[in-house]
C-alpha cells in the first residue's frame, strides 16, 4: 500500500487545519497505510514541550512518525531536548526521502 | 496620533525578508517620529522566544549572511521607546512562559486588550 | 549505484510573502544534493521568482548598505540551484505557468527558466516519481 507523508506548517494554535491534517493522518493509519507527519514552519510550535496539548497529541498515541523539521524549530529557539515526548527532530531531506519512495506528500 | 501595530504572524517570509516586515516598518515609522506600540498575538508572541537562530540558510553556493533577528529587532524597538505587548495566554498555549523571554515585554490577558486598544488613535494589524 | 529520481513540486507563492517559498527552495536543494532530477511548475505567484528584475536594495534600518545587506533574491537562489544541479549530475528544469506570467507582467525571466503551461505541469507529474504541490493560504 501507499505511504502517505503529510506536511503539516500551520500553527496548531491558529488553525482547525492543523488538526484535521492529524485526523486524517490517523484515518490513514488505520487503514493500513504508512504514514509519516512531518512538522514544518510554524506547524512546530504544537511540540515545544509544555504546549497545550493539541490533536497532534493522539497521532503520538499510534504507530505513526512524527517528525519536526530541524531548521523550523531552531529558527523558533525549540531545542531538540524540549521537544515532546515521541517527536523527531528530522532534516528536510526527511520529505525527499521518502518522496523518491513513492509516498503521496500533501502540505497543509 | 499613536499606533498600534498588530502582529500575528510570525516567520511570514523572515528569511526572504531577512526581517520581519511588521517590525521592520514599525523601525522605519519610528524613525519618522511615529508614535507607535507593538502588540504580538497568536504565533507572534514567538517572537520574544530566547535562542532564536535562523541563521545558516544554503542553497547551492548561496549563503544567508544576514539572517533575520526578530527578537533583537523588538529589543531595539524598546530602546526605541516604543513599548511591545504580548498575549499571556498566546505564550501559555505554546509553552513559552516556561521558557526565557525577551526583557522588558508587557505580558497583557486577552480580557485587557480593549484597555490597550484604548490607548492608542489607530490598531493597524498586519 | 543509487537510483535516478526525478521529482517535481508546483509552487503558488509570490517571492518575499511566505515562509513557504524558504521550505520549498529547501527541498529543491535536498533534492537536488542528492542527485535527483527536479521539476518545477511555477504557477500563479510564483512566476515571478524568476523574474529577471528583481533588485537588491540597502537596509537604512540596520544601517546597511547593499553589498552588507546582501538582501536574498529568488532569481539568485534559481541561479544558485542551477549550477548545484549540474555540480551533482543532476537537472532542474524550471516552468512557469504563461497565463500567469502575463496577467503579472513578468515575462522577462532569469536564463534557464522558460514559459509554459498547465500541460506541462500534468506531463511532469506523469514522469516524476512524485509530485508536491505548495500551495498558497
Redesign the interface.
Known amino acids: 500500500m501507499r505511504g502517505y507523508l503529510l506536511i503539516e506548517s500551520r500553527d496548531p494554535f491558529e488553525s482547525t487545519g492543523a488538526a484535521r491534517t492529524c485526523e486524517l493522518a490517523i484515518e490513514l493509519r488505520a487503514a493500513g497505510h504508512d504514514v509519516a507527519l512531518f512538522l514544518v514552519q510554524n506547524g512546530v510550535l504544537a511540540v515545544r514541550s509544555g504546549a497545550r496539548r493539541t490533536e497532534l497529541d493522539k497521532v503520538l498515541g499510534t504507530k505513526i512518525e512524527v517528525l519536526a523539521d530541524d531548521f523550523s524549530l531552531r529558527e523558533r529557539g525549540i531545542a531538540p531536548a524540549s521537544l515532546s515526548g515521541g517527536v523527531k527532530a528530522a532534516p528536510i531531506d526527511s520529505v525527499v526521502e521518502r518522496m523518491a519512495a513513492g509516498w503521496n506528500a500533501i502540505w497543509h | 496620533m499613536k499606533v498600534l501595530q498588530i502582529v500575528e504572524t510570525a516567520y511570514r517570509a523572515t528569511t526572504e525578508e531577512q526581517d520581519d516586515t511588521v517590525i521592520w516598518i514599525s523601525h522605519a515609522m519610528r524613525g519618522a517620529s511615529a508614535e507607535l506600540g507593538v502588540l504580538l498575538t497568536g504565533n507572534a508572541v514567538n517572537y520574544v522566544a530566547g535562542e532564536q537562530d535562523g541563521s545558516g540558510l544554503m542553497l547551492g553556493a548561496w549563503r544567508q549572511t544576514q539572517p533575520p533577528a526578530p527578537a533583537q529587532d523588538l529589543a531595539a524597538l524598546m530602546r526605541k521607546d516604543v513599548p511591545v505587548y504580548c498575549v499571556r495566554e498566546d505564550l501559555a498555549e505554546r509553552g513559552l512562559m516556561e521558557c526565557k523571554l525577551l526583557e522588558g515585554i508587557v505580558l497583557m490577558s486577552r480580557n485587557q486588550l480593549s484597555r490597550l486598544f484604548a490607548e492608542y488613535d489607530l490598531q493597524r494589524r498586519w | 549505484m543509487a ?1 535516478k ?1 526525478t ?1 517535481t513540486f508546483v509552487l503558488m507563492d509570490a ?9 520549498a ?10 542527485g ?1 532530477d527536479v521539476n518545477v511548475f511555477a504557477y500563479e505567484g510564483a512566476v515571478a521568482l524568476s523574474f529577471a528584475k528583481q533588485a537588491q536594495h540597502p ?4 544601517g ?1 548598505d547593499v553589498a ?5 533574491l ?1 532569481k ?2 534559481i541561479a ?5 544541479a549540474r555540480t551533482r549530475g543532476a537537472d532542474l528544469k524550471w516552468v512557469n505557468c504563461g497565463l500567469c506570467v502575463d496577467e503579472r507582467g513578468v515575462g522577462e525571466a532569469i536564463e534557464g527558466a522558460r514559459r509554459g503551461s498547465p500541460a506541462d505541469c500534468w506531463k511532469m507529474a506523469q514522469q516524476s ?7 498558497t493560504k
Do not use: G
Not at chain 3, 517571492?15 to 521550505?23: D, G, K, N, Q
Not at chain 3, 544558485?80 to 548545484?84: K, Q
Open positions: 537510483t529520481h521529482l517571492p518575499f510573502e511566505s515562509a513557504r517559498t524558504t521550505t527552495f529547501r527541498l529543491l536543494h535536498a533534492a537536488l544534493d542528492r535527483y537596509n537604512a534600518v540596520h546597511r552588507q545587506e546582501d538582501h536574498p529568488s539568485n537562489w544558485a540551484l542551477m549550477a548545484h516519481t512524485a509530485t508536491l504541490v505548495i500551495p
